[in-house]
């Protein structure tokens, strides 16, 4: 892995973002933990991206649906049959590969002979009662579209939608690959938002709302603050896209690792609804009042990870740089230069010496009425300025001697790392107005 990735691992470990699941028994390979900073961050994300999909639309609605489905859904779905990777093994150290992954017939590890490549599926089974055997057989779901589909009539009659509208949802998938890499990119356990965007299944009207939906969610990145340079968009090529498929365009980002798909925006015909209505002989079918007819609709899907878009954050606002000290040398910081409508803690209030922690922790208890605050009374000045500055804080707030006198304290910013006197009443609203 690249040097940056293991500088960025080490960092979000320290500062609480990100750790292996289950450290103290070694860990368990594909599972990762989120910390006290790193939950306010994938929080800020998720809810980010519901009011931008949900809250701000009149034709999308929510849903959250349950982790295991009925396991005839992924019969339907087609993960039963087709939902493999082709994996190698090494006859010499044991270990497994994906067989995309390695070129020829030597292992990459040990330089021993591999086998020929097997399907492996990626779902992991579980079972559903008191019995272990093939009838109480079930699924973790390894996506969160199909429960859509398949709630798809009782939600489009509860909700009065008319189409087109879309569904989305924000939850937990499994899959167990064989190989999980690059932190928290590639992993077993992991989350997703996806919204299905139900039309009428015509090819123009179809194209145009792929069309469009591949621009809203690429300028959803920018939004978030995701350099414009660092992120590209791929369309598939016929031969990568699914049978049913009339177009696929994913959003990739340039991580230290190569360029890497964030989210894929993909327009699907009506295939997933035909196939669950002709599973199940239920009619999912939608009569359109406007043209007096019935039809399957079309959909078209936006599909991205949460971990993964964590990630670029972190990938992206990582920052080592120099800044002076109090001595007037200078130093490398390093800094997290998220978007402030991302960072975990909007502002930190600092008590300049410890006598002061008083009227400097009623600040902070006012401010987090507002928004997310952290009081931090440990260490030197400049230690918690270089502690927040790797959280990502946009303001530090200093409560000083003369504070009490004067009714002000100073404001530091992050990323310019300036320093204003600001009234203690106006504090409140001088950070917030800089939050949007």
Same mark, same amino acid.
């Given at each position: 892995m690249p040097e940056l990735m293991d500088t960025i691992i080490s960092l979000a470990k320290r500062r609480g973002f990100i750790f292996a699941s289950s450290e103290i028994y070694g860990g368990i390979n594909g599972f990762w933990d989120y910390g006290p900073v790193g939950v306010e961050l994938k929080r800020n994300i998720k809810e980010f991206w519901w009011k931008e999909m949900v809250l701000s639309r009149d034709d999308i609605v929510g849903v959250d649906t349950s982790i295991i489905c009925h396991p005839q859904t992924w019969v339907a779905s087609g993960?039963?049959? @087709?939902?493999?990777?082709?994996?190698?093994?090494?006859?010499?150290?044991?270990?497994?590969?994906?067989?995309?992954?390695?070129?020829?017939?030597?292992?990459?590890?040990?330089?021993?002979?591999?086998?020929?490549?097997?399907?492996?599926?990626?779902?992991?089974?579980?079972?559903?009662?008191?019995?272990?055997?093939?009838?109480?057989?079930?699924?973790?779901?390894?996506?969160?579209?199909?429960?859509?589909?398949?709630?798809?009539?009782t939600i489009q009659i509860t909700s009065r939608q008319k189409i087109?509208?879309?569904?989305?949802?924000?939850?937990? @998938?499994?899959?167990?690959?064989?190989?999980?890499?690059?932190?928290?990119?590639? @992993?077993?356990?992991?989350?997703?938002?996806?919204?299905e965007f139900f039309i009428r299944p015509d090819p123009k009207e179809g194209e145009t709302w792929y069309r469009?939906?591949?621009?809203?969610?690429?300028?959803?990145?920018?939004?978030?603050?995701?350099?414009?340079?660092?992120?590209?968009?791929?369309?598939?090529?016929?031969?990568?896209?699914?049978?049913?498929?009339?177009?696929?365009?994913?959003?990739?980002?340039?991580?230290?690792?190569?360029?890497?798909?964030?989210?894929?925006?993909?327009?699907?015909?009506?295939?997933?609804?035909?196939?669950?209505?002709?599973?199940?002989?239920?009619?999912? @079918?939608?009569?359109?009042?406007?043209?007096?007819?019935?039809?399957?609709?079309?959909?078209v899907e936006t599909s991205v990870g949460v971990d993964r878009t964590l990630l670029t954050v972190l990938v992206d606002a990582f920052v080592e740089e120099a800044a002076p000290t109090a001595d007037g040398e200078s130093?490398?910081?390093?800094?997290?230069?998220?978007?402030?409508?991302?960072?975990?803690?909007?502002?930190?209030?600092?008590?300049?010496v410890r006598k002061l922690s008083e009227p400097a922790l009623k600040l902070a208890k006012d401010m987090s009425a507002n928004f997310p605050t952290d009081f931090d009374d440990g260490s030197s000045i400049g230690k918690r300025y270089r502690r927040h500055d790797e959280i990502g804080t946009p303001f530090c707030?200093?409560?000083?001697?003369?504070?009490?006198?004067?009714?002000?304290?100073?404001?530091?910013?992050?990323?310019?790392m300036k320093q204003e006197r600001i009234a203690l009443d106006q504090v409140i609203r001088y950070v917030g107005d800089k939050l949007v």
């Open positions: 993960h039963v049959a @087709s939902f493999a990777d082709p994996m190698t093994d090494c006859r010499e150290c044991k270990k497994r590969f994906r067989a995309d992954d390695v070129e020829g017939k030597t292992c990459p590890s040990c330089g021993g002979q591999l086998t020929e490549a097997r399907q492996f599926n990626l779902m992991f089974q579980t079972h559903v009662g008191a019995a272990v055997d093939a009838a109480a057989a079930a699924y973790l779901r390894p996506e969160t579209c199909q429960s859509i589909f398949t709630n798809f009539k087109p509208f879309g569904i989305a949802q924000i939850g937990k @998938s499994f899959r167990n690959e064989i190989t999980p890499r690059n932190f928290i990119f590639r @992993s077993r356990e992991f989350e997703q938002m996806e919204m469009t939906w591949i621009e809203r969610r690429h300028q959803w990145f920018l939004d978030i603050g995701v350099r414009k340079e660092k992120l590209r968009l791929r369309p598939h090529r016929p031969d990568e896209l699914a049978h049913y498929a009339k177009g696929c365009t994913d959003v990739e980002y340039e991580f230290p690792f190569g360029w890497s798909e964030l989210e894929g925006i993909a327009n699907r015909g009506n295939y997933d609804l035909s196939q669950h209505a002709k599973f199940s002989g239920k009619d999912l @079918s939608y009569f359109d009042e406007v043209a007096k007819e019935k039809y399957i609709p079309g959909v130093e490398t910081r390093t800094v997290m230069k998220f978007h402030p409508r991302l960072a975990p803690y909007k502002a930190a209030v600092f008590p300049l707030i200093t409560y000083d001697h003369q504070s009490g006198e004067d009714q002000k304290v100073t404001i530091r910013e992050r990323d310019s």
